[in-house]
């Protein structure tokens, strides 16, 4: 999820990762409400996207989400994002 709220995420990339997301069962709530919230702020454009979603997830209710840990620059730069989904799908066992 840290990865996903990264404004420097390519859009067609971030878009491609929501879409894979869409039928996921999330074990923890506040990452349903955060995936929940990239897709309502229009996650898919990129820029700006840290500062509109802690506005869509108080608007459905959810406003204590940690985002200063979905916005950390230093881990987002340390991920594969691609790797990290890919493994997701494999626990999981979604294709």
Known sequence: ???LCSDSMAADVRGKILARLTSHQWREAEHRIVYEA???AGARDGAGIQER???HATRVGFP???WQLYFAVETVAKMNVFHVVQELFRMTGAK
Do not use: E, K, T
Request: charged share 15%; glycine share 8%; proline share 8%.
């Open 64 to 66: 204590d989400v940690n």
């Open 53 to 55: 979603l802690p506005g």
């Open 38 to 40: 990239l897709q309502r």
């Open 1 to 3: 999820m840290i990865a």
